[in-house]
């Protein structure tokens, strides 16, 4: 009996042809669900994305064919057969996996979930307060799993709850639930669901990244090799400037420890040496350099002062001097010497051989 083989329809032929010329044109390949995207947004994409992306649609059973039959020139290509459900498209570029995915995401937008739709990925009512008072809306969130309390007058979630699981239906319970709260976990646009590029494959979870979180991680990683090369003393051109002041530093700790003369510590010894002096004058009030020099000016202009009295005395004694000779003069003349007078002429000339030895000892000192 002969073997019965299935009848291929000339048109599927054909259509599958079509798509396997075209995933050959591309470096990359991704296969998306287009359950959710209304017609007129998917014909705007494609306008927006006709210079970078081709967008294709066809049956699911067609995608498969095309992908086996590429299997052998495509390494890993017909891997992406386990990626497709719902309304299946190609989208296809020669950028990269994660580019196409940060475009198709911006295209996006929410809208409320509707009872019987598929959840495009896992919905998660998350743990906070409600704007609803207690009453009916406590046995309303209960029916979905949730567990809530009474904060501030106001029903509160407890904790994060996971409703329905990414591909499952949304059920009207939590449809309503959803809508209540504000939650809006529907997308509309294309959900990307896996991507092909040179024998690798790329989920949605891994091409659904945070560009900050990735960078902040990029970071902290950078930061952490650096800490650790510096910490085992690995020598990078980054780290090699902190080793070698580490090492110095090091160095010069070991030889302060151990008396070991340096460059380095001989010369912060002498600075330590000359700080101690200071305190140490300072302490004792021992002069300095600069000390000596301002009393040796405090003595000459004490030394000047004394002698200008000195002088001033000196010449009143001398006209003191000159007066009596004057008059012993007057008394000779008549005669008439006094012996008083004497004894004042006497005393002058004391005062003013006095005077003039305080001066010369004065001018000795001042040199």
Same mark, same amino acid.
């Given at each position: ?16 042809? +079509?798509?396997? #010329? ?29 210079? $970078? ?17 590429? #299997? ?71 029916? !979905?799993? %949730? ?16 409703? !329905?699981?990414?591909? &499952?239906?949304? $059920? ?11 939650? &809006? ?63 110095? +530093? ?41 000390? @000596?020099? #301002? ?6 202009? &004490?030394?000047?002062?004394?002698? $200008?009295?000195?002088?001033? &005395? ?6 003191? %001097? ?34 003039? @030895? ?10």
């Amino acid at each position: 009996m002969a073997e019965h083989k299935a009848h291929i329809s000339n048109w599927k032929k054909v259509e599958v042809s +079509r798509v396997e #010329k075209l995933l050959s044109d591309y470096k990359v390949i991704a296969v998306a669900d287009m359950t959710n995207m209304p017609s007129h947004q998917l014909q705007k994409l494609r306008s927006s994305l006709k210079d $970078s992306v081709n967008i294709t649609m066809t049956k699911g059973s067609l995608i498969n064919i095309a992908l086996n039959n590429l #299997k052998s020139k495509l390494l890993g290509v017909d891997k992406l057969i386990g990626n497709i459900r719902g309304m299946p498209a190609i989208l296809m570029t020669n950028s990269n996996p994660f580019r196409l995915a940060k475009l198709l995401k911006k295209s996006k937008s929410t809208a409320p979930a509707k009872a019987g739709q598929i959840a495009p990925n896992d919905i998660i009512i998350p743990a906070g307060p409600t704007a609803f008072p207690p009453g009916p809306i406590i046995g309303e969130l209960g029916s !979905v799993g %949730l567990k809530t309390g009474v904060v501030d007058g106001k029903v509160a979630v407890k904790e994060d709850k996971l409703v !329905v699981k990414e591909g &499952e239906l949304i $059920s009207p319970q939590v449809a309503g639930v959803l809508a209540k709260l504000g939650i &809006e976990p529907m997308e509309i646009g294309i959900n990307l669901l896996a991507a092909y590029e040179a024998g690798t494959i790329f989920t949605k979870d891994t091409l659904n990244i945070d560009d900050t979180e990735v960078l902040n991680n990029i970071k902290l990683a950078a930061q952490s090799t650096f800490n650790l090369a510096a910490f085992i003393a690995y020598p990078t051109k980054d780290n090699i400037k902190l080793l070698v002041s580490k090492a110095y +530093r090091s160095t010069i700790s070991v030889a302060k420890k151990g008396n070991i003369p340096t460059p380095e510590t001989v010369k912060e010894s002498i600075e330590q040496a000359h700080l101690e002096a200071e305190h140490l004058k300072n302490k004792f009030s021992l002069p300095t350099e600069d000390n @000596d020099v #301002k009393k040796k000016r405090d003595l000459v202009e &004490e030394a000047k002062i004394e002698k $200008s009295q000195i002088q001033k &005395e000196e010449e009143a004694a001398q006209a003191v %001097l000159k007066r009596l000779q004057d008059q012993k003069i007057g008394s000779m003349s008549s005669r008439n010497i006094d012996k008083d007078f004497e004894q004042q002429e006497k005393k002058a000339q004391e005062l003013l051989k006095k005077l003039q @030895d305080e001066k010369i000892k004065k001018g000795d000192k001042k040199k």
